[in-house]
């Protein structure tokens, strides 16, 4: 009889737990949920049709952007890896300036080839201009790592320079 009244209450208890967290988790809902009204060559009509229309070929013309600048990444690590380093240069900043997904992961890649290269202050201003004030602390950290490496391989350049000189 224990056994019985045992298992009742955990069973009754598990029934409580599982319809208080059906409950509780509708209620962390907020507003009604996106349903997709239609589609069609007009494009896609998420809720009424005034809500929001997802056109066909800008999410097309999105997808087409995304893929040249990842040809164009991909293409450049191939030249990196022979090391033709001008030529991946070339085709890192093709992949940079398309944008995209592929912006920031082009950008730092350009910023190591033009470190490889001895193109310090090109590599500065890159990094200048792709740092963002919503980067998280560590991507500011990293990005003060590389300044300061950048830095301190463009003042040995030029001690270099001067002392040949």
Known sequence: MKKK????????SCL????????FSNLNTVGPKPIVKSIDNKGIFIGEQKDL???PSQYSREIQADDEAHEHLRAGNLLFQQNKLNEAVEEYRKSYLIGGMSKIVSGFTLIET???LDRYDEALSLLDE???PSWSEYGH???????TRLLAAKEQVEI??????
């Open 130 to 132: 792709i740092e963002k």
């Open 114 to 116: 033009y470190e490889k």
């Open 5 to 12: 009244s045992i298992i009742f209450i955990s069973l009754t």
């Open 53 to 55: 229309v997802i056109k």
């Open 141 to 147: 950290q990293k990005a003060a790592i590389i300044r």
């Open 16 to 23: 409580i737990l599982l319809t208080a967290a059906l409950y």
């Open 160 to 165: 270099t320079k001067n002392a040949q000189s």
